[in-house]
């Protein structure tokens, strides 16, 4: 018998045309196959235009974050996360119009886990909620057209909701 905790399993990104046609991606260095109860890959958030960011496990089985155009080209690892590739822990979930991302993961300075925001010439900003840290999934989750960021973090009293101005 299989142990089904442990099922490998393929995946790939797609996103819908609005002609209802879908593309297949995955970004250059994706590793395609994956084991449960690993977290597979996920296409997190998607623009007015149609670009979309996300996460993928990476060749070098860590996370890194991804921004595929609606022009087809794909930002991953080595372009995408800070650091590049050599970035241990990136967690892409919320794109605006602008192509502004928000995610959490791994500052390659201070190598902690905090809260950051990417513009869309790449450049990072990395930040931690007021008190506690944020969680599992949680912490940064979303970005408005203004900048504004929302999502949760924990602390000693529980799991909050936050906003953040730009």
Do not use: C
Request: charged share 10%; hydrophobic share 35%.
């Amino acid at each position: 018998m299989t142990d089904p905790t442990f099922t490998t399993f393929f995946a790939h990104f797609f996103v819908g045309e609005p002609n209802g046609t879908f593309i297949s991606f995955d970004p250059n260095d994706v590793m395609t196959s994956f084991n449960l109860p690993y977290n597979p890959p996920a296409n997190l958030s998607i623009n007015p235009i149609g670009d979309t960011s996300g996460w993928y496990i990476g060749s070098d089985n860590n996370y890194h974050g991804f921004l595929r155009y609606h022009t087809g080209v794909v930002i991953s690892a080595a372009q995408f996360d800070p650091g590049g590739a050599s970035a241990q822990f990136t967690l892409a979930f919320g794109l605006n119009p602008s192509d502004a991302t928000v995610g959490q993961g791994i500052n390659p300075v201070d190598h902690g886990y905090h809260g950051w925001v990417r513009d869309a010439k790449g450049n990072f900003s990395f930040f931690d909620p007021p008190t506690g840290s944020f969680p599992y999934p949680g912490g940064p989750v979303a970005i408005n057209p203004a900048g504004v960021i929302t999502g949760s973090f924990s602390d000693s009293a529980g799991t909050h909701g936050f906003i953040r101005s730009p």
